[in-house]
Each structure stands twice: as C-alpha cells, then as structure tokens.
C-alpha cells in the first residue's frame, strides 16, 4: 500500500463491478454484480433500519436494483449528486444527462432521497493549488499525489480554483449539519432536461447549501492522517 499512494488499504467491504452500459430506458435493469448486491444488502436490513446509498456518479447501478426488487425501496435511502436545485433553468448536470433513464426510475420510483445538487449547491465545493499545499503538502504520498492529480485539472494555477463535488455526498451522511435540505415534491425530468414541479407527487429531500469549510476541514484532517 505505501508504495502506490492510489491503492486503497485492505477494507472488509467489497469492490464490485458496476453496470458496463447506461440503462436503456426506464423498465429493463441491467444486471451487474453492484445490482445483485444492492439488492441482497437491502432485503437484508431490519425494518426501520435502512441502508443508506451514497452514489456519486451515473445512477443505472441503483436505479437497476430498484428495477430488480422494486420493494427494495422499504429498505435504503439514496443520497444522489446528480442533477441541479430545483430552481436552476435546467438539469443539465453531469451525472444526470449521461444517465436520463436512470434518473427518472430514481425520481419516479417513491425511494426515500436526498438529492444533493451541483448548481447552485456543489458549485460551492471550491478549492484551489495553493490550499491543498498549504494544508496537505508533504502530509504523506497520498497527499501528494492528489495535489498532483488536481494541480493536472489546468495549466494557469492563478486566481484557478476548481470543485471537489463529490465530497459534499458523503459529508450529508456524515454530518447531516453541513448538507441542511428542506423537503420538495419530486420533479419530473422533462425530455428537455429541466425539472417540471407537480405537488401531487411524493416527497423526497433536496439540499440547500453546504458548509464548505467544515467539510473541507474534516476531509484535510483525515487526509492528513491517513498513513
């Protein structure tokens, strides 16, 4: 492990293909061994203990497994960054316009959600070269190499700073605090990539800020420290 900063350490958890292929619309699931799991995970919780679903990508993988064992949804909460706040002009966020079948099964399906948006929410996930030198320059190797991969995102580092997204998912579960949401009925997702609002439909969760430099803060720390 010391000598591949990149390689996770040996965790008691699994690593499981995913889907090789987005889903093709919104009645056929495509099987993976991550939508077998899911499944199995799911039906295997207590009542009134759900699992929680983080995912940070293309959402075919969980969207597949609700398709899978439509019950399912009894038993997890998904937290999704995908899409944009439910206001912006239009939804065409990197995860969900990739993936628009998917999302719609998510939306439509009743499962208990917490969406985390990018616009005008993740877009505050900003960090910049000279920071991340600052607090984890020479921390460890993996310190290092994320400098490195993040410092290849563009070649001009003055007045640059870019967003970390995906941290903002799972600090929502973490530290529900620094995510605050508010309920909304669930949107439709139109063909033209825009959220439509229908207050007959059932509710889920969307968020509304994050508290970037406490999450920053935790994530430093622990990255710091991670040797």
Excluded at 73 to 80: G, K, L, Q, S, T
Excluded at 117 to 133: D, G, I, Q, W
Aim: net charge negative; glycine share 4%; charged share 20%.
């Amino acid at each position: 492990v010391r000598n591949d900063p990149l390689k996770p350490r040996a965790f008691d958890m699994p690593v499981l293909r995913g889907s090789p292929r987005y889903l093709p619309d919104g009645q056929t699931p495509v099987e993976s061994d991550a939508a077998s799991d899911l499944v199995a995970r799911a039906c295997a919780r207590p009542e009134g203990d759900p699992l929680y679903v983080v995912a940070i990508g293309a959402i075919t993988n969980v969207a597949s497994a609700i398709l899978l064992r439509p019950d399912i949804v009894r038993h997890i909460v998904v937290v999704w960054l995908g899409g944009h706040s439910l206001y912006w002009q239009d939804t065409r966020e990197f995860n969900l316009q990739q993936d628009v079948p998917a999302a719609r099964v998510l939306f439509d399906s009743g499962v208990p959600l917490i969406q985390i948006p990018a616009f005008n929410v993740t877009s505050h996930m900003l960090t910049s070269v000279y920071e991340l030198e600052a607090c984890l320059g020479g921390k460890n190797a993996l310190c290092d190499a994320l400098i490195e991969l993040f410092r290849s995102y563009h070649g001009d580092h003055f007045a640059w700073n870019k967003e970390i997204w995906d941290i903002a998912a799972i600090a929502s579960v973490l530290h529900p605090e620094w995510v605050p949401t508010v309920l909304a009925h669930s949107p439709v997702l139109t063909d033209q990539l825009t959220w439509s609002r229908d207050a007959r439909r059932h509710l889920i969760r969307t968020a509304t800020a994050v508290n970037r430099n406490a999450i920053f803060k935790d994530m430093m720390t622990k990255l710091a420290t991670f040797y």
